[in-house]
């Protein structure tokens, strides 16, 4: 038996199709929803198997074919275009539907909601992996078989323990040696990318990215939404205000990155929070944290920060059990940021204590070097485009372990390159 949920947004073809799916005998019809809102809500018991929507319901999104995928739903749409026309098609393919039926064609939605095929899949954790996310069309490039660009997510816990130093400096370096590079911020409360790299730019690269998966239009327009940062590096801005988090939904941020794979390697700056709000899932509506656990699921490796100080390894510990609970599959890094011999232990004491609480693909000490980082700062640059400082130095080996192949790209004699302000 096949349990369908419709949502027709009130148009005249509810009620000859409902007739039609309720004389079936493998069919039967749970709820007729007033929204998209009701619907995601609708799907979140577990009982449906089938959506049937209109294509031009209000609010229907990448976003909320994601959702239903999620809960495994399959989608058709029903649209009041001929059956062959193209804009419709192109429209659901935008959604990421594949079953369409025109209301000149009602009479086979019964057998279409019995025989269509779940075509959503978990995208492989894999540096060689170009498939898009479920419900999301494989861009031409990538499809053409394109090799993806490494996915490197950077989070760490509370206290600012440096997660955005860190990841500006991944991506410059990347960027410095040659190789196309994209920084993404995606930290819900209040990244800081664009101060770093002394962008000055009032519009969002990662809201602008929202709005441009929600009309089906981002791999079009991608660049858009970026800054050049030098030859190499582009940067997605983050929020404008912490509260405007609400505006990015999981299927946003899976897209973005997914498209940001295919222009090279991606670094993403993310917030401290993995708790996840269990009302989330009910309206499609996003948790503050959804930026932040998106990125960690997708991600190739996850690169922890914490400081090197008391409060900071305590801190840097409870992480690393978070992390180690997730379970996204993904190796972990630590990175253990502002290293100095007044705090009164080794090196090899702190590896102790973060091999007692999780197992590691490396482990990285930055020292404290206030004066080279104040002045990045001010002068709007990364701190590996400085010089040639024992900062700068560490950094490189942290891109060459968490990028393995820009290693051999890297020149002999390193390139100035300056990072001006926009």
Request: aromatic share 4%.
């Amino acid at each position: 038996m096949i349990c369908v949920v419709l949502l027709a947004a009130g148009e005249a073809w509810e009620s000859p199709a409902l007739a039609d799916l309720e004389q079936h005998r493998e069919v039967v019809v749970l709820k007729r929803c007033v929204d998209v809102a009701d619907l995601l809500a609708s799907v979140t018991s577990g009982q449906a198997h089938v959506a049937v929507v209109s294509l031009d319901a209000p609010g229907l999104d990448p976003s909320s074919i994601t959702h239903l995928r999620r809960h495994a739903v399959r989608p058709v749409a029903v649209t009041q275009a001929p059956p062959d026309d193209l804009d419709a098609r192109e429209q659901a393919q935008r959604l990421g539907i594949v079953a369409v039926v025109s209301v000149r064609e009602l009479d086979t939605l019964a057998h279409v909601v019995t025989t269509v095929e779940d075509v959503a899949y978990t995208r492989e954790r894999s540096t060689g992996d170009t498939r898009a996310p479920s419900g999301m069309p494989v861009s031409e490039d990538t499809a053409a078989g394109e090799t993806a660009g490494r996915l490197v997510v950077v989070w760490g816990p509370a206290g600012a323990p440096g997660r955005t130093m860190v990841a500006t400096n991944l991506a410059a370096e990347v960027a410095r040696r040659g190789m196309p590079a994209v920084l993404v911020d995606l930290d819900p409360y209040g990244g800081a990318v664009a101060q770093q790299l002394g962008i000055l730019d009032e519009v969002s690269g990662l809201l602008s990215a929202s709005r441009l998966v929600a009309a089906g239009t981002l791999e079009d327009r991608f660049t858009t939404v970026c800054r050049g940062v030098g030859e190499h590096l582009a940067v997605v801005t983050g929020l404008p205000r912490a509260d405007r988090w609400r505006e990015v939904r999981r299927a946003h941020v899976e897209r973005l990155l997914e498209m940001a794979r295919t222009r090279g390697h991606v670094v993403v700056d993310t917030g401290f929070s993995l708790e996840e709000d269990p009302g989330s899932d009910f309206g499609g509506r996003p948790g503050r944290n959804t930026l932040t656990l998106t990125a960690l699921d997708a991600a190739d490796e996850i690169v922890v920060v914490g400081a090197a100080d008391p409060v900071g390894l305590a801190r840097l510990a409870r992480a690393l059990v978070e992390v180690r609970d997730r379970d996204t599959g993904a190796p972990v890094r630590v990175v253990v940021n502002r290293m100095r011999s007044s705090i009164g232990w080794s090196e090899k004491d702190i590896a102790g204590m973060v091999e007692g609480f999780s197992r590691v693909a490396g482990l990285h000490f930055l020292p404290d070097d206030r004066v080279v980082v104040d002045q990045a700062l001010v002068t709007g640059r990364a701190v590996v485009d400085s010089g040639n400082g024992t900062l700068a130095r560490t950094l490189g080996g942290l891109a060459d372990a968490a990028f393995p192949d820009t290693a051999a790209s890297e020149p002999t004699r390193r390139r100035q390159r300056s990072y001006r302000r926009s």
